[in-house]
């Protein structure tokens, strides 16, 4: 079978799910659990408060904003050298006030953990382009999926439905070795 830009897409977007999946949900529960603890140190009276007032006389809001110099919004261009400023928070909680952000500078109680935070989310899209990088030279060098099975034994499992043929690698055995290793597979 011929491979096309489609197939190779796919190829990559599975293997980078396989090697990242429990640990960006492992992130993402953090995450979570910080924008918790985060609101909690700074508006947890004003929630008790706010439970006890009549419905809609309270603004909800699940999401948080933190002001913190390593958090950024998506749509800046170096996006990749910052953590995303919007959190999820486990529920829609009351707001006192309109401002949804809450500012962590040197000296705040959370300040350590938000740079953390910050930290591995950086440091997991770093990783994630490594690996699309070097899984797009091998998925490029191949024209047929016999061609890809043979040179990437290993990686079958996220190819579409196809063969198994035994490798006579075109590519640096290194650059698969590489591969598989970061995705914890095995020929």
């Known amino acids: 079978m011929k491979l096309n830009a489609a197939h190779r897409a796919s190829i990559v977007e599975k293997a980078i799910?396989?090697?990242?999946?429990?640990?960006?949900?492992?992130h993402e529960k953090e995450r979570m659990?910080?924008?918790?603890?985060?609101?909690?140190?700074?508006h947890g009276d004003a929630e008790k408060i706010a439970a006890k007032l009549p419905a809609g006389w309270v603004e909800y809001s699940n999401t948080l904003i933190i002001d913190h110099p390593q958090f950024t919004w998506p749509e800046r261009?170096?996006?990749?050298t910052y953590a995303r400023m919007g959190m999820v928070m486990s529920?829609?909680?009351p707001w006192p006030d309109s401002a949804v952000s809450i500012k962590v500078?040197?000296?705040?109680?959370?300040?350590?953990?938000?740079?953390?935070?910050?930290?591995a989310e950086v440091a997991l899209k770093a990783e994630r382009?490594?690996?699309?990088?070097?899984?797009?030279t091998v998925v490029n060098n191949a024209n047929t999926l016999k061609q890809l099975a043979e040179q990437w034994?290993?990686?079958v499992k996220f190819f579409p439905a196809e063969?198994?043929?035994?490798?006579r690698a075109l590519v640096p055995a290194s650059l698969i070795s590489d591969i598989n290793t970061t995705l914890g597979l095995t020929v």
């Open 77 to 80: 261009v170096n996006f990749d």
């Open 129 to 136: 382009r490594a690996l699309r990088i070097k899984l797009n």
């Open 153 to 155: 034994p290993a990686g």
């Open 91 to 93: 529920k829609a909680r």
């Open 33 to 42: 659990k910080f924008a918790d603890d985060l609101y909690t140190h700074h």
């Open 105 to 119: 500078n040197p000296g705040h109680p959370f300040h350590d953990r938000a740079t953390d935070l910050a930290r």
């Open 163 to 167: 063969t198994k043929p035994e490798s």
């Open 17 to 26: 799910k396989h090697a990242f999946d429990k640990r960006e949900k492992a």
